[in-house]
Nanobody
Framework: QLVESGGGLVQPGGSLRLSCATS????????MSWYRQAPGKEREFVAR????????LYADSVKGRFTISRDNDENTVSLQMSSLKSEDTAVYYC?????????WGQGTQVTVSS
């Protein structure tokens, strides 16, 4: 199970920290990712972190502004978002692909607006 939290309304230039609490599997064995879906658009990749946290990958649109991290002891993965823009408005989803199957949380809404 994946449960996201931390979304909300923030002004342009502001920051938010999203969290994803995992259960039902050994998170430390799997890469974890964040995706987002804006209204009327397809879901898109945001960031990925390797099992140990030693490697990360970001979409060009968020590189330098977002930071993904994980705590394998707490079974959580986080997304620190800074310098937020209106185009970052979306529902953000936590994701894991295990044995070829993709698992998603319910999502958390992030709205960037003045």
């Amino acid at each position: 199970q994946l449960v996201e939290s931390g979304g909300g309304l923030v002004q342009p230039g502001g920051s938010l920290r999203l969290s994803c609490a995992t259960s039902g599997f050994t998170m430390s064995q799997w890469d974890m990712s964040w995706y987002r879906q804006a209204p009327g658009k397809e879901r898109e990749f945001v960031a990925r972190i390797s099992r140990t946290g030693g490697a990360t990958l970001y979409a060009d649109s968020v590189k330098g502004r977002f930071t993904i991290s994980r705590d394998n002891d707490e079974n959580t993965v986080s997304l620190q978002m800074s310098s937020l823009k209106s185009e970052d408005t979306a529902v953000y989803y936590c994701n894991v692909v295990r044995a070829g199957a993709a698992y998603w949380g319910q999502g958390t809404q992030v709205t960037v607006s003045s």
